[in-house]
């Protein structure tokens, strides 16, 4: 979930600029339905597609390069780099399958920030100085931009702890999310109640992070002594 995070905001944010800057109106509509196509696909079913087309023989032999999930080949004289390895490989797929379709959300948000910001009036100095867009949004635009996003943060933590219970139980992952799915069945509450307490203190300490992240990006946010 941590390196999920780290690149549905990175991503996000990315391509959020690349749409700002594509002056061509197709291809900036093209990428933005193919964004839109990920998003409406449901998690499991494109976990299910990714695992038939990539992680097993049934398409073609020359497209299974992921592990078969549950069958983990890991002999007992293999270093730690490779067992590294192919546990690494085996979560390339759940990574995908939960960073696409967080991706057009976070990329439009971040495409009107960076609209809005540039039609204020330090980005008309910054214009009529000469500088290029590019070069506006970087020197000018880029942190204000990023407000939203830190907003964001504490949002996604347990978004993204619900969202991998499909995940694991699809990829067969022994995770936090499987765990929640198994106890809920097997009625094992105290597990239950515990997991909902760390997420609900995990949501707290994204909450934390991110006002504290805006506090030091946005110098409009003062705190006032009493």
Known sequence: SFISLVLIFVLGYFIGEKLFLIKNQF???SMDAVLFFFD?????????LLIY???????????????TPGFIDIQSGD????????YFSSLILPVICIV???????????TRKIREEYKKPY?????????SDKMILRSEIRKNSLLPLVALLGMEIPALISGTV???IVFNIP?????????IVLQDWPVVFSILLLTALLTILGKLISDVLIFIFDHRVKIEPR
């Not at 967080?102 to 439009?108: D, F, H, N, T």
């Open 123 to 131: 980005s008309f100095l910054s214009w009529a100085e000469g500088k």
């Open 175 to 183: 995770g936090m999310g499987r765990l929640t799915y198994q106890s």
């Open 53 to 67: 087309v990539f992680a097993s023989s049934t398409v073609s032999s020359s497209f299974h390069i992921f592990p």
């Open 79 to 86: 270093s730690f780099l490779k067992t590294l390895s192919i």
């Open 40 to 48: 409406s696909l449901p998690v499991f079913f494109l976990g299910m």
């Open 166 to 168: 499909l995940i694991e």
């Open 27 to 29: 291809l900036s509509k």
């Open 100 to 110: 696409l379709p967080s991706l057009a959300y976070l990329s439009r948000l971040v």
